[in-house]
């Protein structure tokens, strides 16, 4: 989902950067509404383990350049289950900028652009899960339908931004609609291992019952709303 350097040019990279700040600044204030929820231990607990989680997915995961943008597992929808919203989004952030400091110095100058790719899509997902997951249902007794249509919301709003990125920076000839292209059938093998790799870590997430007071995970993950 990183745009690659150059599909969008300095003189229009203004739009990503006030899409960014509108971007963090909703995730902020839901950090600050978890904090008074949960605590400063547990939202900061969580952020940490998510930050690394999405470096590791950045960073070590494979990952590949196809048409403008690179294909990452991020596991938006699997964050967002585990550990809540807001430190998904935290993380997402994080994770994002120490890649670009200390390994890829070259995303840096699409960085707005890269985390309205991110959070938007999260936003959205999260709106979703509100609608499909009854508030009696535990996320880790989500079923594989509802799994599905979370990984689909998060990975088609990456393609979607994406897109919409590429075709602003570079507008509507055919080589680009190609590279478009291209990347979003590459994500489609994104959406349908997303849900089972969700399922497979909710399913190791019952085992860990015992942790559901701890802190360590969103509190929908082991209990009904």
Sequence with gaps: MHIEPGVIDASKMLLGYATAAGSASLALKMAFGALKADGVASVAGRSIVTTALVFSFFEVLPHHAIGVSEVHMIMGSTLFLLFGLAPTAIGLMLGLLIQGLFFAPFDLPQYGVNVTTLLVPLFAMSLLAKRIIPANVAYKDIKYRQALALSTTYQGGIVA??????????????????????????????????????????????????????????KRLHQAA
């Design 161 to 218: 931004w994406v897109a919409f990125w590429a075709l602003y920076g570079q507008g509507f000839g055919a080589e680009n609609l190609a590279n478009v292209a291209s990347f979003g059938a590459a994500y489609m093998a994104v959406i349908l291992l997303e849900p089972l790799v969700d399922l497979a870590v909710l399913a190791g997430a019952k085992i860990l019952h015992r942790f559901k007071d701890s802190g360590l995970f969103e």
